[in-house]
């Protein structure tokens, strides 16, 4: 990556460039773009792509790549699209002054969304040069075939001309109307197939830059002080030591603002230990009373569903259970920390940041400076991992305020204290389930209050007749925000071990137990049949004292299904997970090989939650500052995992990033009900809590 | 207050290096930020994540609580030191093969963990790929493909005889 500032505006690129250019919007996006912008300058495209005479092609989008592959992806729904290889497209991603506005990278929006758009304007590109060849050739565009890059007389394929040689010496502005007519998926040549990583070669070889490695003259690196509890306020500092530290340039203080700039992260660090502050600080709820003070300050959110009349239909149900259930909570951890690198030119500010969010963190940045929104750019080289947890703006903030500070650039690299102390945490979760089952062995009404973790994935995927599903916010003691699937993999949790429960007392097999209540979503009961079938499952009524569970879900339009072998040590209480299948189905894959990535890093990731991660903090101070104290999960945790794409090409594509984190902990807790005959009703599943639900 | 530095000598992808640091300093903030080396990454600087692996005479060493001064003398590899122009390393081509990474952050370090590996004990099993490989800690967390890369490199070191992870 060029580290020196190009000093384009986006227009001035576009006018460097000829070619076709064809703009789309995310509608949906651009909704919210005018809701932030209060509607005025709201832009009326969110991305682009350009066919150059050399026919290469380039896409402008604000997604930024994590590791989740929409590099990759994206390219190869153009390349299909357009005919040409693979290697044709270069995608420019999270730079603000290169590409449109876009609302950030979460949510599993980059094929789902954007990748539906792109290969529609990809398609309108190839249709607007077919009518151009048509017009020369004085034939008519149906008379026309395009493959491998070209266009040619259908009747005399030696008339033929490259898609890009069309565009020589003009430049064509399209904006994507309507719906373009894609190619046959039975035609696909690129989509569909596992193309390496576009950046794995520079993965393999070091040579991928992450914001740590960007390097400007010259530059210096901060360190923030921070309270020693949540919002303590600052009362008095004493900087004299820190400011005569070694390589310390220097001190900088606006108000509550505290922070060093030496030479390197290291000298700024210790400077900053060598800070006098006197805090005033705020008393804390005790982790104790975690539980008892989400439900006494609980308040009515949002009712996310009410259909029939669940509260008679419960009292008149032949059989009623209810259950709480709680999740704790839960860190990102990401092994790269955040860090954001500020440098100043002409009254303009460059930042380099590892942010999910590009476009709302340049607003941040010049809200917070008082700038004008046009003297921000945000450059995203790539982030080091997301999870939801990047996007917060505090630390280019905090960069682009030393740096002018120091009239120099200036890097802000957070420790991994700062890292596991100082970012939002995904939101403990208390889930209580109420369910009727009536005479048909069915579960006839479904009552389910979420408190504070949000509602996604609250409405259950089955067609129960009469439910209620209500979600309430509650005062959290920690600072909380967005985690891979938000509140799904919590209140998936609570709505599969209670489906479990009910089989289990009722008598009936889990999977048939589910299948029962799917008529309404024949695309679940298709991947709960498949992931079956791939286990070899047989019918039974748990527990069997084997430790094999099972679970489902749907989230961002796919659905997943889920079955995890595990061992409970008896006198250990470790549980250790040895086999997870997985049925997936996400509509049109994209990238096999790719989704299968997402697909078994989302349950590695979500086996930490369900079996050690919990953040735990005592007065306002996060206790589980370092990995050692925070243990996410490592390769001796990795189970052999199988994974079966269940195929639906005719369905746009899917979110993948998340889902199979939604019902993997559910799995695991109702493997070792399979094994134990005991429910545990709050992850993580600690030795401890195993040990004490199956002591007699 | 300013640094004592003193003047250290160590070969860093077989080229001898001269620099005037303070012992103290960890290699890897020498590597990052004297040597222009970025490949190693910091991750935990406690020596809890293995993003900073890299090799010291052959063996990995976290890189972030290794003190520079100790190094003098001896000779480092680092990522940008695997293969050879364009030739990748075995290990390195394992993972693209198996396209065993995701974000990438952690991969420079789980590659020397496995060279130092297959140097140790040229046909692992699996339980033993997953002990060398425990303390490189990677939240995407596609492990089951980084067993497969070890497996894989092993496969073909063992049936080129390339053995030596530094060339």
Known sequence: METSESGLTRREFLGLTGGLIVFFAIPSELARAAGESGGGDAPSFNAFLRIAPDSMVTVFTGKVEMGQGNKTALAQMVAEELTVPFSSVEMVMGDTDLVPWDGGTWGSTSVRFMGVELRAAAAEARDVLVEMAAEQWGAAPSALTVSEGRISLASDTRTSVALGELTEGKEIRRALKGEPKLRPVVEYRVVGTSVSRVDGRAIVTGEEQFVADVRIPGMLHGAVLHPPSFGARLKSVDTSRAERASGVIKVVRDEGFVAVVAERPELAREARQLIRADWEEKPHPAMESLWDDLRSTAELADTVTEEGTVGSVLEAAERQFSATYRTAFVAHAPVEPHVALASWQDGKVTVYSNTQTPFLQKDDVAEALGLESGQVRIVVPRVGGGFGGKTNPELAIAAARLARAVGGPVMVDQTREEELTWNYFKPAALIDIRCGVNGDREISAWDCDVHNCGDRGAEPPYGFANRRVRSFGCDSPLRQGAWRGLAGSAITFAIEVHMDEVASEMGEDPVEFRLKHLDNDPRLARTVRAVAEAYGWTPRRAPTGKGVGFACGIDVGSRVAEIVELDVDAKTGLVRISRVVVAQESGLVINPDGITNQIEGGIIMGLGPALREMVHYEKGRILTDRYSKYPIPTIRDAPKIETVLVPNPTLSPQGAGEPSIFPISAAVANAIFDATGKRLREMPFLPDRVLAATAV | ?167
Do not use: W
């Open chain 2, 1 to 167: 207050m300013a640094e004592t530095k003193e003047t250290i000598s160590f070969q860093v992808n077989g080229v001898e290096r001269e620099l005037e640091v303070s012992g103290s300093r960890n290699l890897l903030s020498v590597l990052r930020h004297e040597l222009g080396l970025t490949g190693a990454k910091y991750g935990c600087g406690v020596g809890e994540c293995g993003s900073c692996t890299v090799l010291l005479d052959g063996r990995a060493v976290r890189s972030c609580v290794v003190p520079v001064s100790t190094v003098a003398g001896r000779s480092v590899t680092t990522i940008e030191g695997l293969g050879s122009g364009d030739r990748l390393h075995p290990v390195q081509e394992a993972f693209l093969e198996t396209q065993a990474f995701q974000c990438g952050y952690c991969t420079p370090g789980l590659i020397m963990s496995v060279v130092d590996l297959l140097q140790r004990k040229p046909d692992p099993t699996e339980p033993e790929i997953r002990d060398a490989l425990a303390g490189n800690l990677c939240r995407c967390a596609p492990y089951p493909r980084i067993i497969r890369a070890a497996q894989l490199a092993a496969a073909t070191m063992s049936s080129s005889g390339e053995r030596h992870g530094d060339q």
